[in-house]
C-alpha cells in the first residue's frame, strides 16, 4: 500500500510503498483510511519529542503517523461480529484490550494493554490502517469518512475537555476558549451547544477568530505579542476573571495567559500540550482556590456522544484537505498557525 511515512525525526515525509497491514489477532480490524486529521502531535512525532515513548513501545523509523482516522471495514479477525466489510466507521484512537480494569470502567485511555495506531504502532496516514474492534465506531446514516475523520482525537479530546467544564458553565458563567483550531473550532461549537456560559476565545489568528463567532463566541480576543491581550479578557469578566478555561493549546504562552485570566474558584481544564506552567501557588491557586485539571483525549462513549452531535448538526468540522504527497505542506501550514480548522489528508 501507499502510505506517507517518517524516514526519522526531523526529515521530511516520504510517500512510498509499504507492506500492507495484516489480521493477526481474532478481534483485528483492516480499514481502508478514507480521511485522516493531521494533528499537532504529528509535530511532536516529526520533532521527536515523542522518542521515548517510541522506544518503550519498540517503534522504529520509518514510521507511520495518523491517529484520528475514519474510512470503510475492508476486513475483520474472525471474532469480529459486530462490524461487516463495507461499514463505514470512525476509528476511536485507542485500540483497547477491553479485560483491564479501566477498561470495564469505560475509561479507555487509561487502558493497561492498548495499541495507539498513529502514535505507538502505524498510523493512518496510508491506504490501510489496522486497529480491533472495540475501537470501531460506525458512521451514523448521512455522515461521510470525510465528514468525521478528525473527530477522532482533535474532535474528542475537546469534547471531552468541555464535558469536564460542563457542570462549572451555568448561566452568566464566563468561559474562556484558548485556541480556535483545531480542536478549539470543535471545543467552541461544542460547548456552545451544550451551554449557555459567555464564551470569549482567544486565538492568535484574525481569520480563526471570524470563524470563532460563526461557531458561537460571543466574543473574540487576538493575542497580542505585548500580552495586552490579558487586560481585554479581564475587561470583558468585568475583571472578575474566568470561571472556566478550556486551554486547547499548551503551549507557546497561552498557558501562562489561562493562569492569569482565572477568577475565584476557577478552573483551568488543559487538553493541548508542549509546553510547561509555573505558577505563584499562594496568589494564583491559594488564594484563588483555583483547580487545575488535566484532560487526555476521551472514551469511546464521548466519542459516540460527539458524533451524535455532530449528526443533529451541532457540529460542523472545518477542514483543510490535502493529498498523502502533501503532507509535508500540511506540517508547515499547521506549524506557521495558518491552518484553518483541522488539517486532513486524503490517501
Ligand atoms: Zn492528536
Ligand atoms: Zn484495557
Known amino acids: 500500500m501507499r502510505a506517507a511515512v517518517l524516514p526519522g525525526y526531523d526529515l521530511d515525509f516520504v510517500v512510498e510503498t509499504i507492506p500492507d497491514p495484516m489480521i493477526q489477532h481474532s478481534n483485528d480490524v483492516i480499514v481502508k483510511v478514507g480521511a485522516a486529521g493531521f494533528c499537532r502531535t504529528d509535530i511532536h512525532i516529526w520533532m521527536g519529542q515523542l522518542a521515548e515513548l517510541h522506544k518503550a513501545a519498540g517503534v522504529s523509523m520509518p514510521f507511520v503517523c495518523g491517529h484520528e482516522t475514519a474510512g ?3 476486513e475483520v479477525g474472525p471474532g469480529v461480529t459486530h462490524v461487516s466489510v463495507g461499514d463505514a466507521v470512525l476509528l476511536h484512537p485507542l485500540a483497547t ?13 487509561h487502558c493497561e494493554d492498548s495499541v495507539f495506531p498513529g502514535i505507538a504502532a502505524q498510523g493512518g496516514f496510508a491506504e490501510y490502517v ?11 446514516e448521512g455522515l461521510t469518512p470525510r465528514d468525521v475523520a478528525p473527530l477522532a482525537d482533535a474532535g474528542l479530546t475537546a ?12 448561566p452568566g458563567t ?3 476558549v484558548m485556541g480556535a483550531g483545531g480542536l478549539g473550532h470543535i471545543g467552541i461549537q461544542a ?3 451544550l451551554s449557555q456560559t459567555d464564551i470569549i476565545v482567544v486565538d492568535r489568528s484574525e481569520q480563526a477568530l471570524e470563524h470563532a ?9 487576538s493575542t497580542k505579542d505585548d500580552g495586552s491581550h490579558v487586560k481585554e479578557i479581564m475587561d470583558l469578566t468585568l475583571g472578575n476573571g474566568a470561571d472556566v478555561v478550556l486551554d486547547f493549546i499548551g503551549e507557546h504562552g497561552p498557558q501562562f495567559d489561562a493562569i492569569n485570566v482565572l477568577g475565584r474558584h476557577g478552573t483551568d481544564i488543559i487538553a493541548g500540550y508542549g509546553g510547561r506552567l509555573d505558577f505563584d501557588i499562594l496568589a494564583q491557586l491559594l488564594t484563588p482556590e483555583a483547580t487545575i485539571v488535566g484532560s487526555l483525549v476521551g472514551t469511546y462513549n464521548e466519542l459516540v456522544e460527539l458524533l451524535a452531535l455532530t449528526s443533529r448538526g451541532a457540529v460542523t468540522l472545518t477542514t483543510t484537505e490535502f493529498p498523502l504527497e502533501g503532507i509535508n505542506d500540511a506540517l508547515s501550514t499547521l506549524n506557521s498557525g495558518s491552518m484553518i480548522g483541522r488539517g486532513m489528508l486524503i490517501p
Open 213 to 221: 463567532k460563526i461557531w458561537g463566541a460571543d466574543h473574540v480576543v
Open 159 to 170: 469534547y471531552r475537555a468541555v464535558r469536564k467544564a460542563l457542570p462549572l458553565t451555568t
Open 97 to 109: 484490550c477491553g479485560y483491564c480494569m479501566a477498561c470495564r470502567r469505560g475509561d479507555d485511555m
Open 191 to 193: 460547548l456552545r451547544s
Open 72 to 74: 470503510w471495514v475492508v
Open 174 to 176: 464566563r468561559t474562556v
Open 130 to 140: 489496522k486497529t480491533n474492534a472495540r475501537a470501531i465506531v460506525p458512521l451514523p
